[in-house]
Structures are given as structure tokens and as C-alpha cells.
């Protein structure tokens, strides 16, 4: 199983917010679609970043509740690590585990195609080994 296989299953709709926007703005579209992270795009930038409830819940225990008027861009982080359909689910699991982050935006010829969180991985591969496990008791029990 691949992204696309993922993607296929879940969509190729990605959340998206511009750099110069507020914080409180990220909170309210993570609320009300009820994500964990948001694209963070700039002026021409597909992919300028991405901003996380883990970012904001930094700020806030550093900052206050004051980091609600901060700009998108003074919270998301820059570097961000991408994956293209042909990922395996494999790789997702372990760039995720290595790097400690929960999702991947999905690049196909330096284009947003979609993103994957940590949950959509272990969803594939929680259906994965059920049809595994289908397939093998088809075949002992058809004896």
C-alpha cells in the first residue's frame, strides 16, 4: 500500500491558510474541520510551511494567549518533510517516527496533491491486515 492508495481512499482535500493570517484564524479552521494541521501557503508558495495544534500549544505555554495575534508565518515551521504518491506506506511510518511528526504534505511534480496525518497511515494499515487476516481464514477454512 502507497499514498495514493491512502489518498484514494481518504481524498485529496487539503487544508490550506495564508502565512500572513492570524493565529486565531488557524485555531478556528482547525476547530471547525476538526484537523490537527494546516498547509501554510505564501504569495506564489504552494508550500511555505505548515502550522499544528503541537505549534500553537507551544507558543501559548511560552507566550500566552497574546500568540493568537501573531502572524501564521512567526509559528509554522519552514522545514517541512514531503512524500509523493509512489511513498510506501512503510516509509510514511518510519519518516514519521524518525522525524516525530504527525503529517506529510503529498507532492507530485511540485504540486499539492494532498497530505497524510499519522492517523490515515495507521488506518491503511489497520485495513491492510484485516483483509490480510480474511484472506487467511478463507483460505483454512475452505479447505
Do not use: W
Amino acid at each position: 500500500m502507497n499514498v495514493a492508495d491512502i489518498l484514494n481512499n481518504k481524498g485529496h482535500d487539503v487544508a490550506t491558510i495564508s502565512k500572513d493570517r492570524l493565529v486565531a484564524d488557524v485555531v478556528e479552521i482547525l476547530r471547525t474541520r476538526r484537523i490537527g494541521a494546516l498547509i501554510v501557503t505564501g504569495s506564489g508558495e504552494p508550500l511555505a510551511g505548515m502550522i499544528s495544534e503541537r505549534d500553537i500549544v507551544r507558543a501559548l505555554s511560552l507566550v500566552g494567549p497574546s500568540v493568537l495575534g501573531n502572524s501564521v508565518e512567526s509559528l509554522m515551521s519552514a522545514e517541512v518533510f514531503t512524500c509523493d504518491l509512489s511513498t510506501s506506506c512503510a516509509e510514511l511510518m518510519g519518516q514519521m517516527t524518525t522525524k516525530r511528526i504527525r503529517h506529510i504534505p503529498v507532492l507530485e511534480n511540485q504540486r499539492l496533491v494532498g497530505l497524510v496525518s499519522i492517523g490515515d497511515v495507521v488506518k491503511a494499515r489497520f485495513d491492510e491486515l484485516e483483509r490480510d487476516r480474511r484472506e487467511l481464514l478463507d483460505y483454512v477454512t475452505a479447505r
